[in-house]
């Protein structure tokens, strides 16, 4: 499906759709209990020539090797227009994308079913975000980990995400004293970033496409929010981008994968 098919489909699935739907305050899942989701096993090398390596423990920011991939990864999730637009995208071009999702959101459990398949087909991946997006480093032991826990519950039961080596932290706030409980509790790699959309502000369509013209290049880590419907506008342009650089998205676990 070119560009122009791609955005005439995403259009009309979302006339009427709610725009932020925002946080529910309750522990929802989707609509059934998930099955577990296995993401397809992983391959000598993955999109681009990329071998995946075992996932590091300590903080990364960039992909490893000298290829042309491009980790775009996808926080919060506070817009459930975006959401859906985000994995539309997956579906309707194999982009592929990592998704660090508050589970206090109910924009996930909203799109679980779509995002099922994408799982096990290894086109999106995950980690974890928290699961009311907290600055870490200012509350308890205790609350760090009552935080991962939960959102790590979420993952499971709504989308059937058993697993994740990969954790950010909120505001990309942390220390050693953060990182090692996430590490105790199943997430080692603390993943930071190198490029971004610039849109943990209200930021323009423009400003998006601004931000993409100077990040998305080869071996980056570009973060973005799952939060401003302006994302929407643009991600035939960002795709188109993409193309003309002659990058190749991936997720990161095609970069790293998990240890056995």
């Known amino acids: 499906m070119d560009r122009r098919g791609f955005l005439y489909l995403l259009a009309a699935g979302l006339t009427g759709a709610a725009v932020g739907r925002g946080a529910a305050g309750l522990d929802l899942a989707a ?8 993401p397809a096993p992983a391959t000598p090398t993955g999109p681009g020539g990329i071998v995946a390596a075992p996932a590091p ?3 990364v920011q960039e992909l490893p090797g000298d290829g042309p991939q491009l980790a ?42 779509d995002l099922w398949p994408l799982i096990e087909s290894g ?6 975000h928290t699961w009311s997006h907290p600055d870490l480093t200012t509350v308890s032991d205790a609350e760090v980990a009552e935080e991962l826990r939960r959102n790590q519950d ?31 509790l199943g997430h080692p790699t603390t993943v930071m970033w190198n490029g971004t959309f ?20 080869a071996r980056a880590i570009v973060v973005g929010h799952a939060n401003q419907p302006s994302l ?29």
């Open 31 to 38: 609509p059934d209990p998930a099955p577990a989701r296995t």
């Open 57 to 59: 423990a300590g903080v």
């Open 72 to 113: 775009l990864t996808i926080d919060d999730g506070s817009n459930g227009e975006v959401v859906a637009a985000l994995v539309a995208l997956c579906r309707d071009t194999g982009t592929r994308l990592t998704f660090f999702p508050n589970g206090s959101y109910r924009t996930w459990g909203d799109n679980a079913r």
């Open 123 to 128: 086109k999106v991946a995950f980690g974890n």
């Open 154 to 184: 979420f993952m499971r039961r709504t989308l059937g995400v058993t697993a994740t080596p990969f954790w950010r932290p909120p505001f990309g706030s942390h220390d050693e004293r953060v990182d090692a409980i996430a590490a105790d």
């Open 198 to 217: 610039d849109d943990g502000r209200v930021v323009s369509a423009e400003g998006l496409m601004a931000a993409a013209e100077q990040w998305f290049t």
């Open 232 to 260: 929407t506008a643009v991600l035939d342009q960002m795709l188109a981008l993409v193309e003309s650089r002659q990058l190749v998205t991936v997720t990161l676990a095609d970069a790293w994968a998990a240890p056995a």
